[in-house]
């Protein structure tokens, strides 16, 4: 059994106790689990990527979470064809976090890594106004 923090109608975080339910949404940062999938993925253990990926999802569901980041988990699981849909709204959507997805922070190679063989890299680089790193 783990422990969740929940939000009461006070709006006062309390912790309970929830028995593996898929549906209670993680408390761990956005980067935090990120940072985990690009370990997994780096160790070739896409299978536990492909959980912090989904884990990532259900959060978004419920909680600002960053396009880009989204976009770097689904390309540590495997989803390739994820990536760039992602990319796409989060250009529209102005994501603050998509200027450090492709710049060189190494949390997201595996996004850029995507992108560039989509040949789609240099293009959202132009997008938002960045110079072609590579």
């Known amino acids: 059994m783990r422990s969740v923090r929940r939000r009461d109608d006070n709006s006062r975080g309390t912790v309970q106790n929830v028995r593996g339910d898929s549906s209670a949404v993680s408390e761990r940062h956005p980067f935090a689990i990120l940072t985990r999938a690009v370990t997994y993925a780096d160790w070739?253990?896409?299978?536990?990527?492909?959980?912090?990926?989904?884990?990532?999802?259900?959060?978004?569901?419920?909680?600002?979470?960053s396009l880009a980041v989204r976009a770097s988990s689904a390309a540590t699981a495997g989803l390739t064809d994820?990536?760039?849909?992602?990319?796409?709204?989060?250009?529209?959507?102005?994501?603050?976090?998509?200027?450090?997805?492709?710049?060189t922070w190494p949390l997201t190679e595996w996004q850029r890594r995507v992108l560039r063989d989509?040949?789609?890299?240099?293009?959202?680089?132009?997008?938002?106004?960045?110079?072609?790193?590579d």
């Open 118 to 133: 989509a040949g789609k890299l240099d293009q959202v680089r132009r997008q938002i106004g960045m110079p072609s790193n």
């Open 82 to 103: 994820d990536v760039v849909p992602l990319i796409t709204r989060a250009i529209e959507e102005r994501d603050p976090c998509l200027m450090f997805a492709m710049g």
């Open 44 to 65: 070739g253990k896409r299978t536990e990527a492909r959980a912090l990926h989904d884990e990532l999802m259900r959060r978004a569901d419920s909680h600002w979470t």
